[in-house]
């Protein structure tokens, strides 16, 4: 597409690095078999490789609850009327841990 901008040398560079990091590409740039896997599933590479590792690891109800979670929108009002505002933030409180919000 003509009105799209190539992206940049470095940010290809830096993807291209994740994406064998991830196992998906080999040392050649070649797409690798794990690396097909990750492509069949519609998310991020990270996430899509988490989801691998937990199907062999037998944990995949609960990876796929964390992707969620990492990949989903933040489900807590942060406009409208301010008694909206604080409901959604009172709720927010009964949620978050000192030790961090991830499990």
């Known amino acids: 597409l003509d009105w799209l901008d190539p992206p940049e040398p470095s940010a290809l560079q830096q993807a291209m690095r994740q994406l ?4 998906a590409l080999d040392r050649h ?3 690798t078999p794990c690396g ?3 492509a069949r599933l519609p998310l991020e ?10 199907v062999q690891s037998g944990c995949a109800p609960t990876a796929a609850a964390m992707c969620a979670l990492v990949y ?4 807590f009002c942060r406009a409208g009327p301010e ?3 604080q409901a959604a933030q009172e709720a927010r409180k009964r949620y978050e841990a000192a030790e961090g919000d991830h499990t």
């Open 20 to 23: 064998f990091l991830l196992d």
């Open 29 to 31: 740039s070649r797409l």
């Open 36 to 38: 097909a896997s990750m």
């Open 45 to 54: 590479p990270c996430l899509a490789k988490t989801m691998l590792c937990a």
């Open 72 to 75: 989903g929108e933040d489900v």
């Open 83 to 85: 008694p909206l505002k």
